[in-house]
């Protein structure tokens, strides 16, 4: 059975951090994109970042350029995303998604992944 499980969201003040963590199973995770999105109340789903998960390359959107960073320990199947100076307007639903592919293009909007967590709330206060 295929689970993507999400933890480590919470409430913060603006400037503070947080660390994501998605744990995969029940496939296997060499060769895949992986990835974290969020969803704000009455927006659309955004990709933030990526990872390869064999070769370790990243991929950010510009809005959390240089404030987030993504990781994975490929020995435990688990991703992470250290979000650092956080700001009110990075409050959404997380969640995290695998692509059962070695390409990531196309993965800003979400389509294409195959795989998906059940999301975990991250709320920044000002």
């Known amino acids: 059975q295929v689970q993507l499980v999400e933890s480590g969201g919470g409430s913060v003040q603006a400037g503070g951090s947080l660390r994501l963590s998605c744990a995969a199973s029940g496939f296997p995770y060499s060769s895949n994109c992986m990835g974290w999105f969020r969803q704000a109340p009455g927006k659309e789903r955004e990709g933030v970042a990526v990872?390869?998960?064999?070769?370790?390359?990243?991929y950010y959107t510009d809005f959390v350029k240089g404030r987030f960073t993504i990781s994975q320990d490929n020995a435990k199947n688990t991703m992470f995303l250290q979000m650092n100076s956080l700001k009110p307007e990075d409050t959404a639903m997380y969640y995290c998604?695998?692509?059962?592919?070695?390409?990531?293009?196309?993965?800003?909007?979400?389509?294409?992944?195959?795989?998906w967590g059940q999301g975990t709330q991250v709320t920044v206060s000002s």
């Open positions: 998604a695998a692509r059962r592919s070695i390409s990531c293009i196309g993965w800003t909007t979400g389509k294409s992944f195959d795989y």
């Open positions: 990872i390869y998960t064999t070769g370790g390359s990243t």
